[in-house]
């Protein structure tokens, strides 16, 4: 296993020869099959949480199209339409810091139609629950919970204040506790340093997510972070996902938000094939994704299969 400074000197490797060495990894604990996930904002806007990355936030002043939670049947329409294109996971997400009363008990109602259906699992992503919260979606039918650590421990005070990196991580804990699966990641290109990078895999490695969903800040205008584009470039994107694979060899690495505007297709193949191995397909919260017709094209040329 490799140590935190290992990890950091990785980063002075050609990315050749670091890609090498993750898609080595990646063949020793993957097969060929990609994941498919998609996830519809069942709650826009209106968070009180002041994450500088986040256009949903009241803090901030992006331009969004907000709205107060969706009715269950246009959440389990979207979900039978994401199946259609492929998707077999389907996460419900919400803004806010944690839904409370009646919305609570629609999103659970969500949750049954959603696990319905067959041949699609269920996913949700609430932000800070409480653990009868937590036991409660369990039995309503979810089998995976997002909650991403988002940057490491000592940079996360320079993107949120209103809540800290101990309440992601002891979410994350409470959710494996009760048996739910765990997916984890974070955002690179926030102005976070190599060290942060390896720290977050390190905390990662700890926490042992099923899913490490990776994504590349998209700086939104109205955020603290407009403007962010150069923080990172396309080599160091790669070079990070390769580190990731190296640190976290049995976690599936999935591309998220970011991935079509801050890397070229050349560029998202070379990713795969150092080891992201699930995508998420169709839009991002208020940005717009790819087309799952595109990602299975690109898979095809790997000879990798989307399931
Ligand atoms: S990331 Fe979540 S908690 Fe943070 S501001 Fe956006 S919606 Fe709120």
Redo the contacts with the bound molecule.
Sequence with gaps: MYTKQELLDLYDKPLKELIEMSHKVTGENFDNNVEACSIISAKTGA?????K?????K??HAEIEAHPLLDVETVKKAALSAKENGATRFCIVT???VPTGKDFEKILEMIRAVAAIPGLHCCASL?LLSEDQIKQIKEAGVERYNHNINTSKNYHKNI?TT?NFEDRVNTVKMIEKHGIEACCGVIIGMGESREDRVDMAMSLRELNPKTVPINFLNPIKGTPLEGYEDKIDEEEILKTICIFRLALPHSMLRYAGGRTCRLSKEHQKLGIVAGINSLLVGNYLTTTGSKSEEDKKMLESLDMVMT
Excluded: D
């Excluded at 990355?53 to 936030?57: M, T, V």
């Design positions: 968070c009180n949480e002041n994450c990355y986040c256009a949903q936030s803090h901030n803004s806010g810091r932000g949120c809540h």
